[in-house]
């Protein structure tokens, strides 16, 4: 007995050898020439018997197959059983490519499985073929299929056609649900399905802890079966006498809601569940022109189609989330009886399936995240670049390749800087520029744009702190004027200098070093942080206008950092501090990473009690503004070094609220 099998090294095929195997006979696999390695690879991989496990050189678009009328003439009455497995199973392929593989690939097989004198022709179809018939499908029906607009649908519907008009050879048809992973071992060779949300589902438990409340949609009933289910239930049907000309839905008998789906997948990725779920079927009281007219808005399509992007969610999907078809199965089950073959329950399983994605399929593990790749030949401009966080920052991404320019006051200190990393074969310009002078900040910028043509990173680095109560500074309002000068109107004008450039290339990242104090609100530090906090604005408003051109802002709220600018404040030695080369790494995080924001878990919540509670908030601050008084600088004392040692009660405080600006 000898089977042949198209699709043999797909994902359900190379399984469906597995169980084939166990029977006596030679299994034949159509093999295209340039995948004959792969094959011979997938051989050993499997531990399959080379002497019975045969590759017939072929091609599935081409008439017959493509398999050579000597090697049909050898075969021809000695295959009993043609699996024919081979199409496209992506919902978001073109519909070219599903028109050419699931039709034209199934009449191609028919006619080569009649030229064989096949004992049985053994079509894997799928559910799709009902279409979005609303209601219970039997095994029985196909023509009462309903809602084929979907390129998928149609194809896998009409390649079904075509079996069940054939009168050359005898057929059987395999109707399986939504193919899964392996529920032993979760192995799976794409994204499909249910996967296509599992990126949403990580950024939920990457931005909210596993116990908050979520709410989100309930829909129809998703029906998935793992792939070991698949392969067995098709081997052991295929050698049961007397079905030829029957239809088998390997179906699940009791599948879950859609929400029901994604919560246990929820469950098994640590993330937080949907505890209300919200019927999508509520929405059809809206009519439908309604519906298509919102839908159709500029600003409505381009915001679901960043999210889709984002989450990495074909828009096809979305309408399965409100599948209306359920699938009768009693063929399958009477054919199974007593097999011990049962599709098993997803929460025994999802774990599985999803330790294997995030372990295998990830599309974050294919992501270059190095430093190397984000900057590699690219113009980075630093300010702030001979000390502290900017020369830290500077020093790794000339390491990383980067056409690094450092921007500075300092001479001495900008060129030693420069020329230590130069002598550490790195590419790096140095530029001497006071940006508190707007007229200096427009020279600066003509001068890079003539020397490198264009800026890709802009890092506003740059700044000036002052620690000052507001009482202190009744007659200084000149601290405000200074603060905002360098903060804002020098970052500023450097954004709007190198801009142009960016949006005629399409592309640019503007990096905005701010503070912790932005999000913490902290006292004393009225000026300072109201300049950041302006910056900020900016960068929120420019977002809105930029990101459709191609332009990125990242805004970074720095905690407190070992650096000369906090020098003047002796109590700053005795609190926890980032070294600069921490803070470095932040901003060669925003790098990588492009995100909008990046704060720690402390600034976070602090704007958020803040948000929620604005008194109980309001409190706390003023029992900081008491105990860290004015430092002896903010009072005008030149003998700083006076200055008393911090208490304990202020050590125990700065270390409770880590990072924060006291």
Not at 255 to 260: I, N, Q, S
Request: net charge positive; charged share 25%.
């Amino acid at each position: 007995m000898s089977y042949f099998i198209t699709g043999g090294t797909g994902f359900i095929g190379r399984f469906l050898i597995d169980h084939l195997l166990k029977h006596k006979g030679t299994i034949h696999v159509l093999v295209r020439k340039g995948s004959k390695k792969k094959f011979d690879a997938l051989v050993r991989d499997r531990g399959w018997d080379p002497k019975r496990v045969l590759a017939v050189q072929g091609d599935m678009t081409a008439p017959a197959c493509g398999v050579a009328p000597a090697q049909v003439r050898a075969l021809a009455g000695h295959v009993k059983h043609f699996f024919h497995l081979a199409a496209v199973y992506d919902m978001a392929a073109s519909a070219e490519s599903q028109q050419a593989a699931n039709i034209g690939g199934t009449r191609h097989a028919l006619d080569l499985a009649a030229a064989m004198k096949a004992g049985c022709f053994h079509h894997t179809s799928s559910i799709a073929a009902a279409g979005m018939y609303p209601g219970v499908f039997r095994e029985d029906m196909f023509e009462e299929a309903e809602g084929l607009d979907d390129p998928y649908l149609r194809t896998k519907h009409d390649s079904e056609g075509l079996v069940r008009a054939e009168k050359r050879i005898k057929w059987r048809i395999y109707r399986p649900g939504m193919v899964v992973g392996h529920s032993q071992t979760g192995e799976i060779d794409k994204i499909d399905g249910p996967y296509y949300f599992f990126t949403l589902i990580k950024k939920l438990r990457q931005t909210l802890p596993p116990w908050m409340p979520m709410l989100g949609l309930e829909g129809g009933r998703i029906n998935i079966v793992p792939v070991d289910f698949v392969a067995a239930a098709m081997d052991h049907i295929a050698h049961k006498p007397r079905l030829d000309g029957h239809c088998f839905h390997l179906t699940d008998p009791d599948p879950l809601r859609a929400g029901e789906v994604i919560n246990t997948f929820a469950r098994a990725g640590h993330a937080p569940e949907m505890t209300m779920r919200i019927d999508a079927r509520m929405f059809a009281f809206i009519p439908g022109g309604v519906r298509m007219a919102v839908g159709s808005l500029p600003p409505v399509r381009r915001f679901v189609g960043m999210l889709l992007r984002d989450f990495r969610i074909p828009k096809g999907v979305l309408k399965f989330i409100v599948y209306p078809t359920r699938f009768d199965n009693r063929e399958t089950e009477r054919a199974l009886k007593g097999s011990g073959i049962t599709v098993p329950r997803l929460e025994d399983y999802a774990w599985r399936l999803w330790d294997y994605w995030e372990r295998h399929l990830d599309p974050d593990l294919f992501i270059d995240r190095s430093l190397k790749g984000k900057v590699g030949g690219k113009v980075v401009v630093i300010t702030g670049g001979s000390s502290g966080i900017g020369l830290a920052t500077a020093q790794k991404v000339a390491a990383a390749g980067a056409t690094t320019v450092i921007v500075a006051r300092g001479e001495e200190e900008l060129f030693k800087a420069r020329d230590e990393m130069k002598a550490g074969g790195g590419k790096v310009f140095a530029y001497t520029a006071d940006l508190a002078d707007m007229a200096d900040c427009d020279r600066l910028v003509a001068t890079i744009l003539k020397d490198h043509g264009h800026v890709d990173i802009l890092v506003n680095n740059a700044g000036r702190s002052i620690r000052r109560s507001i009482e202190a500074s009744y007659d200084r309002f000149h601290d405000f004027e200074r603060t905002m000068q360098l903060n804002y109107f020098g970052s500023i004008r450097l954004i709007m200098g190198f801009m142009p450039t960016m949006v005629q290339r399409r592309k640019g990242h503007i990096i905005n070093i701010s503070s912790i104090g932005v999000l913490a609100n902290s006292p004393r530090f009225s000026a300072y942080v109201a300049s950041k906090a302006a910056l900020d604005a900016f960068s929120r408003c420019a977002q809105g206008e930029l990101s459709g051109k191609g332009i990125s802002f990242t805004t970074i709220n720095m905690p407190l950092v070992k650096t000369p600018m906090i020098a003047p404040t002796k109590m700053y030695d005795s609190v926890p501090t980032l070294s600069p080369e921490e803070a470095a790494d932040l901003v060669v995080k925003g790098i990588i990473e492009r995100s909008s924001r990046i704060a720690t878990r402390l600034g976070i919540f602090a704007a958020l009690v803040n948000a929620v509670a604005p008194k109980a908030y309001e409190v706390v601050m003023s029992t900081a503004f008491e105990l860290f008084p004015d430092s002896a600088a903010a009072k005008g004392d030149k003998q700083a070094l006076r200055e008393e040692a911090p208490s304990q009660e202020q050590i125990a405080f700065a270390s409770l609220m880590r990072g924060v600006h006291w």
